[in-house]
């Protein structure tokens, strides 16, 4: 057995901020080349664990430590942030609040330029790095011009450079589009394959991770390890629903049909998967499932006409982009990092104006509306959470916009606390925000937007960092609310919410309209997911693999039945 890196000896922690520990007797090895993935609930501990590993615990964050922590078999407190920072290199959930430098170039460089590199050599190696996730071009921009997922792959590029023998990488996935996720997921083994290195990642995408092989899954539940073994281990057991946690789409798809899932199947990869009776059993179930509906179309609410737009005037990043959506409808918008698909929302907010087309509500042409205008009609949930949150408590983040729209203390409370029921932070309702997770607080700015009811809700990553459950909340409630006629527009890289709960999705791809069509029908067709970096679903590939001859057809039956699961759940 090689040697231990990371030893957690009945470790507790307690948050400063908190009444309870948040990490409760940790006893976990982490041995050297090793490669671990950690799953859970959000709000488990997840980045708390993490936290501890690279001395943001307690450096940054203090609190109370029993119990020890070793890296490289010496004390964490004795390391210190500095000293642990040469050994760990971590990729934070939230990039924005990880730039240090000023170009793109520059802070892929940061490790290297503490670490005295020679220039020539850390030239080289940033270089090489930034071309791994495919951002060369992108070295002399400022951070501020970049997409989510530009931001994202800069994180991955500053710690791939880095001379380190742990690699941590919180929610690695969360805003990247499905074909540069599974390029980093490969790079991530690469680099650990070349370097030996040991590494952790931690991350709700299980389907999506373990596209390449981990050797233990970590779970974590309410501050605890509910279990820790290898991934075919895991998938065969219940443990994952039991933690309230999604297992791959192809394995819910071979439950339904009558299945055992057992380790001896290879469960964690489709391509290994071994199916035997698999096989005749979907069949049947294809066989005897119901033929979906088709909804009746309702008005057109929203309508794009011939946009076109470039922040820098040479370079438009929206070209004669044309699009409508319906009252009451469920819309995706999708296409790779940096298509243009924020910016979309950006100009139907009004928060830019387009060069060129028009934008129209209700068949009324917006171009004259200010931006608190059109936030009447339209309300828009960001990516990133800490971009909207200004108030220090939950209740009075969430009650903001009705305050400012001066309406009675009574019915404030009466709406504040119907929307966080529904978003599942009632009992947080008196917390600062400042003690949620990026899971949490990403519910809260749902929530601040849900109260003042609008006409269209337009989110951007509305699941991204939540667990399996909170997500089915989350879009059971949005799927709600579109039955009641509020529509819903959402940017998304997760095909999973794509599928689920998509009608239509649009795909964009330089700057213009490449795909409108049911969900089913674009992340079946090769063509579109490849030019779009869009991700083919494991169950349209089940469906190929058991010899079906209408996969796509199965992809929707199997959407149908699901999403009645679901709804009976949540
Ligand atoms: N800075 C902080 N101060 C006080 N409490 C905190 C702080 N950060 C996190 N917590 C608490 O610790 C608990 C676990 O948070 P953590 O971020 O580790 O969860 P997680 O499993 O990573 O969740 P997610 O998947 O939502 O990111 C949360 O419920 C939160 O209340
Ligand atoms: N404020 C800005 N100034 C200059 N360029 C910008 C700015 N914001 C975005 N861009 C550029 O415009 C293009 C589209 O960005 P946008 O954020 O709309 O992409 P996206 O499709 O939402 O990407 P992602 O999936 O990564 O979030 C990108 O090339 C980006 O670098």
Known sequence: MSKTVIEFTDFT???????EPTLHKINLKIHEGEKILIVGPSGSGKSTLAHCINGLIPFAYPGEISGTLTVKGTDTKELGIAGLSEVVGTVLQDPDGQFVGLTVGEDIAFSLENAAVPVREMHERVEAAARAVDIQELLTASPQELSGGQKQKTMLAGVLVSNVDVLLFDEPLASLDPYTGTGAIELIDRVQRETGNTVIIIEHRLEEVLHRPVDRIIVMNEGVIAADLPAA????????????????LYLTALKYAGCEITPEMNPQHLDGIRLETGAARLRAWYEASEVPQEAEAAPVL????????????????????????????????????????????????????????????NGRDLAADTIKERAEHIGFVMQNPNHMISMTLIYDEVALGLKLRGFAEEEIRGRVHKVLQICGLYEFREWPVSALSYGQKKRVTIASILVLEPEVLLLDEPTAGQDYRHYNEIMEFLRGLGSTGITVIMITHDMHLMLEYAERTIVLAEGRKLADARPEVILTDRDIVGSANLKETSLFALAVKAGLNQPVEFVRRFIEYDRGNRADES
């Open 13 to 19: 922690f307690k948050y400063r901020a908190q009444q």
């Open 233 to 248: 281990q895991l998938l065969s057991s219940p443990l994952l629903a039991e933690s309230g946690l999604r297992e791959p």
């Open 302 to 361: 929203l309508e794009l006409r011939d946009l076109t737009f470039g922040y820098d005037k040479q370079a438009p990043v929206l070209q004669g982009l044309s699009f409508s959506v319906r009252r009451g409808e469920m819309l995706c918008i999708a296409g790779r990092n940096g298509a243009g698909k924020s910016t979309v929302s950006k100009l139907i907010c009004g928060f830019y104006r387009p060069s060129a087309g028009s934008i129209l509500l």
